[in-house]
């Protein structure tokens, strides 16, 4: 049996009267990238803060490497090797990229923030400006190195390619592989569902907050009735 790196079962989020997410289930096994795709609305930034213990979830069961955390808090979350890259970036911009770093790795010191320095060697070079000088694309490498510091197992990635332009997403897209490929297990939220599930092993799509489509990648994409229903004309 493959080892699951998360479990979600039957999660249900809520806001008030919206029922963001109605009893959703999806399973990551170690080492794979999976891709939640829908459109906007659709629950998949509630699913990820559900899981990253930022929202507190209504209903069901989230289990990481066979524990349930579903009332884990995030901190404590972060330091057991589960780390969000939050929609938007959430860099902060008064701050420099050096002390963004510090926010990721309280507990892991100076060393990882010296990993993220070799990966993104921009980052290094602009240590000491300020977040908010970066470009969009330095921004976003910004806030996925500050994940990266802690040393995450599982990564939680919403929406990272969000307002960059095709060349950066080239870039996240690559840095993406490469986070897979050291062996980190990945989960990527997109909007950009034909090339999230193009990058992944796995896809689920959800639209109003229940998945409606599952399987590999390589056949939903190959599914007619997937890529006309949910991911729309090549662009
Ligand atoms: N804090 C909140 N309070 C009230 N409603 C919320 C809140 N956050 C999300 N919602 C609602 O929950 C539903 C799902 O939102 P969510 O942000 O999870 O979707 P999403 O798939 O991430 O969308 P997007 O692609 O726009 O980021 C939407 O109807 C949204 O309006
Ligand atoms: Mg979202």
Redo the contacts with the bound molecule.
């Keep these: 049996m493959t080892e699951q790196a998360l479990a979600v079962e039957g999660l249900r989020?809520g806001?008030?009267r919206?029922e963001?997410?109605r009893g959703v289930d999806f399973v990551v096994p170690a080492g794979s990238l999976v891709t939640l795709v829908?459109?906007?609305?659709?629950?998949?930034?509630?699913?990820i803060n559900a899981i990253s213990g930022v929202v507190r979830p209504r209903g069901g069961r989230i289990l990481f490497e066979g524990r349930d955390i579903t009332r884990t808090p995030a901190h404590r979350l972060v330091r057991d090797g589960l780390v969000q890259v939050p929609?938007g970036r959430q860099v902060l911009a008064t701050l420099t990229v050096e002390e963004n770093l510090l926010l990721g790795g309280w507990h892991t010191g100076r060393g990882g923030i010296a990993e993220v320095y070799d990966r993104f060697p921009v980052l290094g070079e602009r240590r000491r400006s300020l977040a908010g000088t970066l470009s969009g694309g330095e921004q976003q490498m910004l806030a996925i190195g500050r994940a990266l510091v802690a040393r995450p197992r599982l990564i939680l990635l919403?929406?990272p390619s969000m307002g960059l332009a095709p060349l950066v997403v080239d870039e996240v897209f690559a840095v993406i592989g490469e986070i897979r490929a050291a062996g980190t297990t990945v989960v990527l939220?997109e909007?950009n569902a034909r090339r999230a599930l193009r990058a992944a092993d796995h896809g689920y799509v959800?639209a109003s907050?229940e998945i409606v489509h599952s399987g590999p990648a390589a056949e939903l994409l190959a599914d007619e009735r997937v890529v006309q229903a949910y991911l729309g004309v090549e662009t």
């Design positions: 989020v806001y008030g919206v963001a997410v829908g459109a906007n609305g659709a629950g998949k930034s509630s699913i929609e919403d929406e939220v909007q959800l907050g």
